[in-house]
């Protein structure tokens, strides 16, 4: 017989190359200084500082070649 | 209402015609009711007046060829819709009558088998997560939303909502299909997404309906399939594909293969969309909607890609092929899009995107 297995289901997941994702609500501080509150069940924070919406992931990163990604 | 009794390929029905006196149309919709399309040959002729229930009984059967891909499309994408919202003047009863499901069963199976003749394979070089992103960007096509950032004029980019209005009524309700026949995790994770698509219990937030105050906005109609007459046959068979891959559980990897190649070429598209907007002074509630899907989309495609195409690939490998075949659907479909708006705008002077 099969056991339920119990899942790792993490908070703060780092995509290769991509975002931070964040699951709940956070006030992330950025680079600046300036706190942005999350607006979503999960969030994407930018981690390769090219974003346009910074703090938040806008896809950028995908156009970095692979080197230049987090 | 009128009562009526017909044949309808050999069976006995008894449908009841014709819009019923208050009945409530639409979340949006300023009271037009929701018809039947145009048919678009002669297929479609004869499904839409079986459904409209106006043919003699004597006349119901057998059902005539499809005369090409517009008229076939139209019929499917006509039947698909009795399992979301219906038509006023097609009786609800229709919806899993069997001598609709035959012909359905066939006009499904050579979509299938047209999308799968497309489908060139892929490759396993990594993990799956890098292996995906990278063949999005190998299959990614022709771009509507860089003309509309740049070089749209406003006539072509109201042209073009009205197009996108077939999907964007009904965002996320053909993956919503795909819920019940999940393993535990991709359950999770694709509902993770789905209730950021459905607003996050906050009807404002709902994005078929940010979309539809953004139609509202440029002075569109914002009723449902209000625009199906005037779409190519290209965007009647996108939509099929994805009530294709959401309504049969066997097609549950392409469904989400065919969501996560779309969340994961929509968040710098939507930029650019909403930078057109802007440019040509548009409303704000429609350059909202594109912004809210940078954001958002940015976040879908992890999910959609890591969580949930990736879920289930670890408890249903054999599913593979699927995945992929979904998402080269969902990117092969919209080049096709693209290639028929570009081309009636003259922007691309062959039409080769075109369905044959
Ligand atoms: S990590 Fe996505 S834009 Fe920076
Ligand atoms: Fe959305
Ligand atoms: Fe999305």
């Known amino acids: 017989m099969t056991e339920p297995k119990a899942f790792d289901h993490a908070d703060v997941v780092l995509c290769p190359g991509g975002p931070m994702l964040l699951r709940g609500d956070h006030l992330v501080e ?32 995908k156009l970095l070649p692979q080197k230049q990604r987090p | 209402m009128r009562r009526r009794s017909l044949t309808l390929a050999g069976w006995n029905v008894r449908l009841a015609v014709g819009v019923p006196p208050g ?16 048919p678009r040959g002669p297929l479609s002729e004869f499904v839409f007046a079986v459904l409209r229930a106006d043919l003699d009984s004597d006349r119901a059967t057998p059902w005539p060829a499809a005369e090409g891909h517009a008229d076939a ?40 088998r047209r999308l799968r003749d497309r489908f060139p394979g892929h490759q396993i070089l990594g993990g799956f997560g890098q292996d995906f992103f990278a063949f999005v960007a ?14 749209a004029d406003r006539d072509q980019v109201l042209e073009l909502l009205r197009v996108r209005s077939i999907y964007h009524l009904k965002e996320a309700d053909p993956t919503a299909w795909v819920v019940p026949r999940l393993p535990v995790a991709t359950k999770a994770a694709l509902v993770e997404l789905l209730y950021d698509e459905y607003g996050v219990g906050d009807p404002n937030r709902l994005h078929a309906h940010l979309w539809a105050q953004g139609m509202t906005a440029c002075g569109l109609r914002c009723d449902y399939g209000a625009y ?71 976040v879908h495609e992890q999910l959609a890609v890591r969580t949930i195409c990736g879920s289930l690939l670890e408890a249903e490998p054999g599913l593979a092929d699927d995945v992929y075949f979904g998402a080269f659907t969902c990117l092969d479909l919209e080049n096709r899009v693209a290639g028929r708006m570009l081309a009636r705008w003259g922007v691309l002077d062959s039409d080769e995107g075109a369905v044959a």
Request: glycine residues 8%; contains cysteine.
């Open chain 1, 30 to 61: 950025d680079a600046d200084g300036v706190t942005h509150r999350t607006e979503r069940p999960v969030s994407a924070i930018c981690r390769c500082r090219k974003s346009a919406s910074a703090p938040w992931c806008d896809g950028t990163h």
């Open chain 2, 23 to 38: 009945h409530d149309l639409d979340f949006c919709s300023p009271g037009g009711a929701v018809l039947t399309p145009k």
């Open chain 2, 73 to 112: 499309a139209i019929t499917l994408w006509t039947l698909y819709e009795l399992h979301y919202r219906g038509f006023d003047d097609v009786d609800d009863g229709l919806e899993w009558h069997p001598a609709l499901l035959g012909p359905r069963h066939e006009l499904e199976g050579d979509l299938e």
């Open chain 2, 138 to 151: 190998d299959h990614d096509g022709l771009s509507l939303a860089a003309h509309v950032q740049r070089d």
């Open chain 2, 228 to 298: 199906i007459d005037e779409v190519p046959a290209e965007v009647l068979e996108q939509n099929n594909a994805m009530s294709l891959f959401g309504l049969h559980r066997r097609l549950r990897g392409a469904a989400l293969g065919h969501l996560a190649a779309f969340e994961a070429t929509s968040s710098m598209p939507s930029r650019r969309m909403a930078q057109g907007l802007e440019r040509l002074g548009l409303p704000r509630e429609i350059v909202d909607y594109y912004t809210e899907h940078v954001a958002a989309d940015a």
